[in-house]
């Protein structure tokens, strides 16, 4: 609580490039009235529910990709939050600013626009499943179910 009365508790991604500048940089503030700058270490930022996009994040994305590989990468583990918190929904707000442009590019995503996306996931997650190799937990199963290949 600061001194007027208000409560001081804002998660922003804050960037841009000042005229001379010669890079562009984007920053995380948190409410403590910290920062974290985003870059090689911090390939990206999380504003609100961690856990569930996260792992997609970690796995796939390398500071070193394409803004947009990024971008697919960010709304699969969106998707894969929303499908897994409560608290997580559309719309998704996109800005992009091209370095050295001084201009930046704003887009809202609606569920109507990512649903194909959301249920091409869906499909390709489950198929995954489906054809990874089972001869590890055949094993398991061979002296409970001796039909193991008729049930798997």
């Not at 009365?5 to 920053?27: C, K, W």
């Not at 649903?115 to 390709?124: F, K, L, T």
């Not at 089972?134 to 061979?142: C, K, N, S, T």
Request: glycine share 8%.
């Amino acid at each position: 609580m600061v001194d007027g009365g208000f409560n001081f508790d804002i998660r922003a991604l804050v960037g841009g490039q000042l005229e001379h500048d010669r890079e562009h940089v984007l920053y995380l503030i948190y409410p403590e009235g910290n920062w974290v700058e985003i870059g090689k270490g911090t390939p990206y930022q999380i504003i609100g529910t961690l856990g569930y996009g996260k792992p997609v994040l970690d796995r796939t994305l390398k500071y070193e990709d394409s803004l947009r590989f990024a971008l697919k990468v960010g709304c699969l583990a969106f998707d894969s939050t929303r499908i897994s918190a409560a608290d997580v929904d559309y719309p998704i707000d996109l800005v992009i600013y091209g370095k050295n442009s001084y201009h930046i590019t704003e887009h809202r995503y609606c569920e109507q626009d990512l649903a194909p996306i959301s249920d091409w996931w869906q499909e390709r997650l489950r198929n995954s499943v489906h054809e990874l190799p089972a001869e590890w937990i055949d094993r398991v199963f061979i002296n409970v179910l001796p039909t193991v290949d008729k049930v798997l």
